[in-house]
């Protein structure tokens, strides 16, 4: 017998600030209409965000598919970006890659990474340079 769940899935497309964390709002949305307690909604929906900006400043595009549980929310975002070389050093606060233009736009602080760790309990990164990136994230709820 599977597991009940509520599915959500979102494209976000690349350079399109305007709708960047327009995914992350919705599955906030949906998390305190499930009466989620608010310091879980806040750090899917930091974590969330913070993938968002980064396919939106850094992808050609991608999608975000959120599974909510009862005991947990299930997040993948998938892009088809540049990749990243060295994930190790991605994960450090203050390192980005980001171009200077999306610097003065207030974005690319070198936080994103690092601000999806410390808000779940579970992150993994697969990528592959050329290709793209996968972040599969899990936060638990209680």
């Known amino acids: 017998m599977s597991e009940e769940?509520?599915?959500l899935e979102f494209n976000v497309d690349r350079g399109n600030f305007a709708s960047a964390g327009s995914a992350s709002e919705a599955v906030?949305?949906?998390?305190?209409?499930?009466?989620?307690?608010?310091?879980?909604?806040?750090?899917?929906?930091?974590?969330?965000?913070?993938?968002?900006?980064?396919?939106?400043?850094?992808?050609?595009?991608?999608?975000?598919?959120?599974?909510?549980?009862?005991?947990?929310?299930?997040?993948?975002?998938a892009d088809n970006g540049p990749g990243i070389a060295d994930i190790d050093l991605a994960m450090k606060e203050g390192y980005s890659t980001a171009p200077d233009e999306i610097r003065s736009l207030g974005f690319g602080a070198g936080m994103g990474l690092p601000n999806?760790?410390?808000?779940?309990?579970?992150?993994?990164?697969?990528?592959?340079?050329?290709?793209?990136?996968?972040?599969?994230?899990?936060?638990?709820?209680?």
Not at 41 to 67: K, L, S
Not at 117 to 137: A, P, W
Request: proline fraction near 0%; charged fraction near 25%; charge should be positive.
């Open 5 to 7: 769940c509520i599915r």
């Open 116 to 142: 999806m760790k410390k808000n779940t309990d579970e992150m993994r990164v697969e990528s592959v340079v050329g290709t793209g990136t996968t972040i599969y994230m899990t936060v638990k709820l209680g």
């Open 28 to 77: 906030k949305t949906q998390l305190k209409l499930l009466g989620i307690n608010s310091k879980d909604v806040r750090r899917v929906a930091v974590a969330m965000y913070e993938g968002e900006i980064n396919m939106v400043i850094h992808a050609d595009g991608g999608t975000a598919v959120v599974e909510i549980y009862h005991d947990r929310v299930e997040i993948v975002l």
